[in-house]
């Protein structure tokens, strides 16, 4: 739905019940939005870069055009980190390689600490290991993500 809607837009849909959100920006960035987290680990997100800068432990702005939801990563089945998925698009470039039709692009907000040191998918100048990879983007394999129940 989201890649029908044309115009300068950013939004957030939060469901107090499922505790999911989902986040969105148009192609262009038209719109200003920025998110990170915070030093509690919480995800923040505003239209400016100042909230978010002064609340926390990483800032970006949100990518163009790309969507997020909360997901669980998983690894042979079991979930290894938390994160969100910061774009599906298979021409967004991660560390400046295309991610191509495997992979999504997302943000690491946890990784569980027995998957520290659990090699990533496509490892990166900062991050070999997924420990390395908290509170920056990954490629890593759709079909590891999941959405999973709080």
């Not at 107090?16 to 990170?36: M, Y």
């Not at 990879?133 to 590891?144: D, F, I, Q, Y």
Request: aromatic share 10%.
């Amino acid at each position: 739905v989201v890649r029908d809607i044309q115009g300068k837009f950013a939004f957030i849909l939060y469901g107090t019940t499922s505790k999911v959100s989902f986040v969105a920006a148009d192609v262009d960035g038209n719109v200003p939005f920025f998110w990170g987290i915070d030093s509690e680990g919480n995800l923040v997100i505003a239209d400016d870069a100042e909230v978010v800068k002064d609340r926390g432990k990483s800032f970006a702005p949100f990518p163009k055009g790309s969507l997020s939801t909360e997901r669980k990563l998983r690894e042979n089945d079991k979930v290894v980190a938390e994160g969100k998925i910061s774009s599906t698009n298979p021409s967004t470039k991660v560390h400046c390689v295309p991610l191509g039709r495997e992979c999504w692009k997302v943000w690491v907000d946890v990784a569980l600490d027995e998957y520290q040191t659990l090699e990533v998918y496509r490892a990166t100048m900062d991050a070999k290991q997924l420990g390395e990879a908290v509170g920056s983007t990954l490629a890593w394999p759709k079909n590891s993500i999941k959405l999973l129940p709080y």
